[in-house]
């Protein structure tokens, strides 16, 4: 079983490296609180407000921890006497910053207009492979790459519309389970793509990929573990 998000360390919270420097600990925060902040539109349909409001206090508090020294070492400590940490962290390269779990353009650049969903919906009644792919009792992320290609839709399109990291939707489309973030994010992810394809119902056929993500997960970790 995947972790949800109270089992995450603090750097998995914050969706960043356990080298991380003070500045980028900082950013990531930034961005955290701009994703599960009340009215937030890029994370309104994925948790309730409660979820929301347990999440933004283990931010808040993975935040306290990492960006004072001495706590922050501390914390290191414990997590490498908890095997999760192989080494003392070193300090960062300036260079590089964090890259968190959604795609968040702070910029003013076009954005792709992406396709008209009056289109998508009636290519959806005249595609007899989308409506053979979405009348399965299970879907996977290669039905979702299939409907996606037999709707002319780029990754690209989905991620700019949906805030949502590229590589994570690779990630769902190729089945590569180790790579998905945890569930908690990862059912909102199958549901925003669903609903910028226009396929419909959106949470049944979310609710089917999840079935699917967790008989395949759990089929080949138990392969691995022999």
């Given at each position: 079983m995947r972790?949800?998000?109270?089992?995450?360390?603090?750097?998995?919270?914050l969706?960043?490296?356990?080298?991380?420097?003070?500045?980028?600990?900082r950013?990531?925060?930034?961005?955290?609180?701009?994703?599960?902040?009340?009215?937030?539109?890029?994370?309104?349909?994925?948790?309730?407000?409660?979820?929301?409001?347990?999440?933004?206090?283990?931010?808040?508090?993975?935040?306290?921890?990492?960006?004072?020294?001495?706590?922050?070492?501390?914390?290191?400590?414990?997590?490498?006497?908890?095997?999760?940490?192989?080494?003392?962290?070193?300090?960062?390269?300036?260079v590089?910053?964090?890259?968190?779990?959604?795609?968040?353009s702070?910029?003013r650049?076009?954005q792709?207009?992406g396709?008209n969903?009056?289109?998508?919906?009636?290519?959806?009644?005249?595609?007899?492979?989308?409506r053979?792919?979405?009348?399965?009792?299970?879907?996977?992320?290669?039905?979702?790459?299939?409907?996606?290609e037999?709707?002319?839709?780029?990754l690209?399109?989905?991620?700019?519309?949906?805030?949502?990291?590229?590589?994570?939707?690779i990630?769902?489309?190729?089945?590569?389970?180790?790579?998905?973030?945890?569930?908690?994010?990862?059912?909102?992810?199958?549901?925003?793509?669903l609903?910028?394809?226009?396929?419909?119902?959106?949470?049944e056929?979310?609710a089917?990929?999840?079935e699917?993500?967790?008989?395949?997960?759990?089929?080949?970790?138990?392969e691995e573990?022999?």
């Amino acid at each position: 079983m995947r972790k949800s998000f109270a089992e995450l360390n603090y750097y998995e919270m914050l969706d960043i490296r356990p080298d991380a420097a003070a500045f980028e600990i900082r950013q990531a925060y930034d961005a955290a609180l701009q994703i599960y902040q009340p009215g937030s539109l890029v994370s309104h349909s994925f948790f309730t407000d409660a979820e929301r409001r347990e999440i933004l206090s283990l931010v808040e508090k993975a935040y306290r921890t990492l960006i004072q020294d001495q706590l922050r070492k501390a914390y290191d400590d414990e997590l490498v006497r908890r095997g999760e940490l192989d080494a003392v962290r070193e300090t960062a390269p300036a260079v590089k910053k964090p890259v968190g779990i959604f795609s968040i353009s702070r910029g003013r650049g076009r954005q792709p207009a992406g396709p008209n969903p009056e289109s998508l919906k009636n290519r959806i009644l005249q595609s007899a492979r989308i409506r053979e792919l979405t009348g399965r009792p299970a879907l996977s992320g290669e039905d979702l790459k299939q409907i996606r290609e037999e709707l002319d839709v780029t990754l690209e399109e989905i991620s700019q519309a949906t805030k949502i990291r590229q590589d994570h939707l690779i990630n769902i489309e190729e089945d590569c389970f180790a790579r998905l973030p945890a569930a908690v994010f990862l059912k909102g992810f199958v549901k925003s793509y669903l609903k910028y394809l226009c396929l419909k119902p959106a949470e049944e056929l979310a609710a089917r990929y999840m079935e699917t993500f967790a008989r395949l997960s759990q089929s080949q970790r138990a392969e691995e573990n022999k």
